[in-house]
């Protein structure tokens, strides 16, 4: 399966098609090639009852080439063409464009790509669909207008899995370069309470041999960051994110931490959407699977849990805003 909720027929309000982009073209603008190294969570001190509730225990893999230079180049265009709608995703990141894939055909087209999916899946360890959010899908991250901040600051995604490609060549920066904490959150959390970071000689920075290059993430399980510059240049990267087909596993996402962030008008209907398909996959195994048993209680819990991620939607949709977005930074303690 590569598909959970298929992107969407019609375009939210206040978004229009980018005019002049070439048709993607998989033949001509992918390039897959596989990771030389792979981490496991198990590498970054989780344990085992924390890892047998994910979906995969993959953790984060080296650089792998996705994208032909014909395809890199296109994607240099539409990352510059849409840096016009760039707005703050809350206080961790000032400059992103969220929901490309509703303004640019060759976005979207690259972002649902079967054989793009199919090649992530592989990676991951298990079967992946693209993230039933669009807003999810084609998330650009722009440069800061100073170079005084970091481009992102220490955090785990609010999504399970998900690829990160530098759009703009890394070679041609000084800084910018994208981090992870060789460990897990709670030790990150641990730090972040100490007033720390995490320490160098703990950090990987992958090299990136050029533009349309990418590592693969369990986004939410692993801390990372861009790193700030040096000197001011343009630094544009391309987040993409999937979940597990298997609905069986942890949701592993932080929805509500979108809401004040994304367009309201797109925002509450794939979250209901993506909620669906979970309720749906899980309800679906309780048809399969629940066998015959007197315990009512028991067969309600089941009941529940089948629809807990719906119920959650309604719960948080329904109270607003709760909490802040969570990073590992918190410069005023
Ligand atoms: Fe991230």
């Not at 229009?16 to 596989?34: I, K, M, V």
């Not at 959150?185 to 995490?198: D, I, K, M, N, S």
């Not at 066998?291 to 309600?300: E, K, P, R």
Request: with cysteine; net charge negative; glycine share 8%.
């Amino acid at each position: 399966m590569t598909t959970a909720v298929p992107f969407p027929v019609q375009q939210p309000i206040g978004f229009e098609w980018l005019g002049d982009e070439p048709p993607f073209d998989a033949d001509r603008h992918l390039q897959l090639e596989h990771p030389v190294e792979r981490f496991v969570l198990q590498d970054l001190g989780y344990e085992a009852d924390e890892i047998s509730t994910k979906a995969t225990d993959f953790a984060v893999s080296a650089p792998f080439r996705v994208l032909s230079d014909e395809g890199a180049a296109v994607m240099l265009q539409v990352g510059r063409k849409l840096r016009e709608f760039h707005r703050p995703a809350g206080e961790r990141i000032e400059q992103v464009v969220r929901g490309g894939c509703y303004r640019s055909r060759w976005l979207r087209d690259l972002c649902i790509d079967p054989t793009l999916t199919a090649h992530l899946s592989a990676i991951f360890g298990v079967a992946v669909a693209p993230h039933p959010m669009a807003l999810h899908l084609g998330h650009l991250n722009y440069e800061p207008s100073s170079i005084d901040v970091a481009v992102d600051k220490w955090h785990h995604d609010t999504l399970p899995l998900d690829f990160v490609m530098m759009v703009t060549d890394p070679a041609q920066l000084s800084g910018g370069q994208f981090e992870w904490f060789h460990g897990s959150r709670h030790e990150a959390a641990e730090l972040a309470r100490r007033g720390e970071r995490p320490p160098a000689d703990r950090t990987v920075a992958p090299v990136f041999p050029g533009a349309g290059w990418a590592i693969a993430l369990h986004g939410d399980m692993v801390v990372h960051r861009g790193a700030g510059l040096n000197e001011p240049g343009e630094r544009i990267t391309m987040v993409n994110g999937y979940v597990a087909a298997d609905t069986s596993s942890d949701e592993q996402s932080r929805t509500v931490d979108l809401i004040g962030v994304d367009d309201p008008e797109v925002l509450y209907t794939e979250w209901a959407k993506f909620s669906a398909w979970r309720g749906a996959g899980r309800l679906q195994s309780v048809i399969d699977d629940l066998g015959f048993n007197a315990d009512a209680l028991a067969v309600a819990d089941r009941l529940e849990d089948a629809i807990a991620d719906v119920q959650q939607a309604i719960d948080q949709m329904r109270a607003g805003r709760s909490g802040r977005q969570m990073h590992y930074e918190h410069d005023n303690e």
